[in-house]
């Protein structure tokens, strides 16, 4: 999907699901959350190519070896009336950052939603990664510091629903 770059980008395949896991694991502990990444290569089977696939994942590989992804699924706009795509997690090994990876993933997902008609691409990022901030305000990306982030889970979830 790229051209004259020492790396290439791929959709995920069943086979790679081990790989999938071990980046997430990376990224979680990088953001010093690796506590809350439980997911198995089961739970990622399910979601990636199960009868109702919910995450779409992008690898990227360097001669041979994945050393960076990129996981999303759709969003809706109720605004606009269409789909967008919410990048879940972004990740390249640090020793495979500064090959242009990151800006191909972007580039690839952005290029997915104008081919589609879908309006938008949205992502979070923790306010201490100053290096991510920079670089995604290198693509022209927005800060939605208007909006605050909500979330239930855990007992709080559990407690609701009760």
Known sequence: MTDAAPFTLRDATPADLP???RLVRELADYEKLLHEAVGTVEDFRALLFGEKPLLHAVLAELDGRVVGQALWF???STFTGKP???LEDIFVEPTSRGLGIGTAFFR???QR???EGWTRLDWQVLDWN?????FYRSL???????WINQRLSGEALRRLAA
């Open 19 to 21: 790989e999938v896991v």
């Open 130 to 134: 100053d290096p991510s901030i920079a």
């Open 74 to 76: 759709n969003n809706v």
């Open 113 to 115: 939603a104008v081919r």
């Open 84 to 86: 967008g795509i919410y």
């Open 140 to 146: 022209g990306a927005q800060s939605g510091n208007q």
């Open 108 to 110: 690839y997902l952005a």
